[in-house]
């Protein structure tokens, strides 16, 4: 059974960082995309970057030059390094494991910027 577990979620002033953890557990072969996505109040979950088997990340616009999203594959850990916060940024950030077998979530983490 795959599980995803989020850690490192939390209060921080705008302008500060934050880095969030992922670890999975369970059989994910080695093909597979790791990514985070978010969801504010009242918004639809988006993605917010994602990283492939390979190393190759995407981000969404809004958060290009702030955040870095990664991953060691030796621990099944994504990261997701966040910069330069914002409270436009405040959300419940998700990590999603995407595998041939299905689509996995974790519990989510709270992220919360104040201005």
């Known amino acids: 059974q795959v599980q995803l577990v989020e850690s490192g979620g939390g209060l921080v002033q705008a302008g500060g960082s934050l880095r969030l953890s992922c670890v999975v557990s369970?059989?994910?072969?080695?093909?597979?995309?790791m990514g985070w996505y978010r969801q504010a109040p009242g918004k639809q979950r988006e993605l917010v970057g994602a990283?492939?088997?390979?190393?190759?990340?995407n981000y969404a616009d809004s958060v290009k030059g702030r955040f870095t999203i990664s991953r060691d594959n030796a621990k099944n850990t994504v990261y997701l390094q966040m910069n330069s916060l914002k409270p436009e940024d405040t959300a419940v950030y998700y990590c999603?494991?995407?595998?041939?077998?299905?689509?996995?979530w974790g519990q989510g983490t709270q992220v919360t910027v104040s201005s």
């Open positions: 369970g059989s994910i072969g080695s093909i597979n995309t």
């Open positions: 990283v492939n088997s390979g190393g190759s990340a």
């Open positions: 999603n494991l995407g595998t041939v077998w299905g689509n996995y």
